[in-house]
T-cell receptor
Framework: AQSVTQLDSHVSVSEGTPVLLRCNYS??????LFWYVQHPNKGLQLLLK??????LVKGINGFEAEFKKSETSFHLTKPSAHMSDAAEYFC?????????????FGQGTTLQVKP | GAVVSQHPSWVICKSGTSVKIECRSL??????MFWYRQFPKQSLMLMAT?????????EQGVEKDKFLINHASLTLSTLTVTSAHPEDSSFYIC????????????FGPGTRLTVL
């Protein structure tokens, strides 16, 4: 079975400090992994995705994530947080070869950025 | 690229009326579209998957007679909430996927439905 666990429901950082949002997945098949961001009352915006190419994936707005198969992890990082990064972040998995393309969502991590 | 729009962005209706929400892929053809529901401070819950020209596949527990989905073209899917009641009030989000081999879903901005 496929599942995603976001290890922190809430992360608080100061502006200018690094961000780490943790995600572990479980998949019987080769996974495709995504990070999405959602600002209040908005839809989801794709930050980055891993689909079996380079394990270090760079996304928009300075975010990146590293796929570690041995640790079944796909943590999201950013060197320096900005106030505009405050939002809800979702780690998402699907599996390559899926007929339906259904996404499995983590429960989300709320990122708070303090001035 | 890969922009998905939804209309309306918010709607208020009276109990017992029906509401239609449109989801459009603006710059790509969407072979598959998805409809989600999101409760406050929760993750997204998949309601149904629709492929162009086919009947939608509903998730367990979702009433297909209440939530009618039509995917008439490669750029448009609609969700109609029939005989809406206050418990149907929610944030509805659609997404679109370009085609086979790419599992990326691009999300619309969402529709806030309030049923009085």
């Amino acid at each position: 079975a496929q599942s995603v666990t976001q290890l922190d429901s809430h992360v608080s950082v100061s502006e200018g400090t690094p961000v780490l949002l943790r995600c572990n997945y479980s998949s019987s098949y080769s996974p495709s992994l995504f990070w999405y961001v959602q600002h209040p009352n908005k839809g989801l915006q794709l930050l980055l995705k891993y689909t079996s190419a380079a394990t270090l994936v760079k996304g928009i707005n300075g975010f990146e994530a590293e796929f570690k198969k041995s640790e079944t992890s796909f943590h999201l990082t950013k060197p320096s947080a900005h106030m505009s990064d405050a939002a809800e972040y979702f780690c998402v998995v699907t599996w390559q070869g899926s007929n339906t393309g259904k996404l499995i969502f983590g429960q989300g991590t709320t990122l708070q950025v303090k001035p | 690229g890969a922009v998905v729009s939804q209309h309306p962005s918010w709607v208020i209706c009276k109990s017992g009326t029906s509401v239609k929400i449109e989801c459009r892929s603006l710059d790509f053809q969407a072979t598959t579209m998805f409809w989600y529901r999101q409760f406050p401070k929760q993750s997204l819950m998949l309601m149904a998957t629709s492929n162009e020209g086919s009947k939608a596949t509903y998730e367990q527990g979702v009433e297909k007679d209440k939530f009618l989905i039509n995917h008439a073209s490669l750029t448009l899917s609609t969700l109609t909430v029939t005989s809406a009641h206050p418990e149907d009030s929610s944030f509805y989000i659609c997404s679109a996927r370009a085609g086979t081999g790419d599992y990326t879903q691009y999300f619309g901005p969402g529709t806030r439905l309030t049923v009085l």
